[in-house]
Each structure stands twice: as structure tokens, then as C-alpha cells.
């Protein structure tokens, strides 16, 4: 009997989708075949990253640790660029 219920809500939004969906038909047929040109490249380009992967890993937490240090940085830069424009 809760479905019952639900049904009303459900051909709602059915009804509010239809149209968008088939708006977006014509982009997404004319996408497809580049898509399915480009899957080989991307591939190849996963199967390259696949082994330095564990490095990216390993290296992520030090990226993390330095991430304050860097936006101190990256501000002493911009004021320092700001301050030789003014003066």
C-alpha cells in the first residue's frame, strides 16, 4: 500500500525527466563515437600512470603536511608582488 502512495509522486518525476532526457539525446548520439575514439588513448594513458601510482600515494601525505607552508608562501608572494607594484 505504500507504493500506492509513492506511485503519484514517482510519474512526477518521470514526467519532469522525459523532456530533458530527450533533449540531451541528440548530444549525447553525436558524443558517442568520440567517446569510443578516445577509449583506446585512455587506456594507454591508464596503463602508463598505473605504475607510479603507489609513488603519488606514498608522496600525498607530505603534499598534505605542506600545504600550510605553501599558502603562507603564496601569500608573502602576492603581498610582496602587491607591494612592489604600489611602491
Avoid at 510519474?11 to 583506446?40: E, S, W
Amino acid at each position: 500500500m505504500p507504493l500506492d502512495l509513492l506511485k503519484p509522486v514517482i510519474d512526477a518525476l518521470v514526467d519532469l525527466v522525459k523532456p530533458l532526457i530527450k533533449r540531451r539525446k541528440p548530444l549525447i548520439h553525436r558524443l558517442k563515437p568520440l567517446i569510443h575514439r578516445l577509449k583506446p588513448l585512455i587506456v594507454r594513458v591508464e596503463l602508463l600512470l598505473d605504475p607510479v601510482k603507489p609513488l603519488i600515494d606514498s608522496i600525498k601525505p607530505l603534499i598534505e603536511r605542506l600545504k600550510p607552508t605553501i599558502k603562507v608562501l603564496n601569500e608573502f608572494l602576492i603581498h610582496t608582488a602587491s607591494a612592489a607594484r604600489e611602491g
